[in-house]
């Protein structure tokens, strides 16, 4: 039996500023940066998979998750 695969959801940068819990201006810096995983499509603006915003997470938690005070 072959499994369904669901259709990734794409997200505006208003929904990945919501889901990130982040300012929308937020959002564009990061793009600005090249720091967040986007799509750019012309005439609808940026969009984002959240499957990607939830690896771009989990990445940047590990690269937190190293960081120490200095003491």
Known sequence: ??????????????????????????IYRLIAERRIPFIRKPGLGYRFLRSELMQWLKQDLTIASGWRDAV
């Open 1 to 26: 039996m072959l499994e369904k695969s669901l259709p990734e959801e794409v997200l505006t940068a208003s929904q990945a500023a919501q889901f990130l819990h982040v300012h929308p201006k937020t």
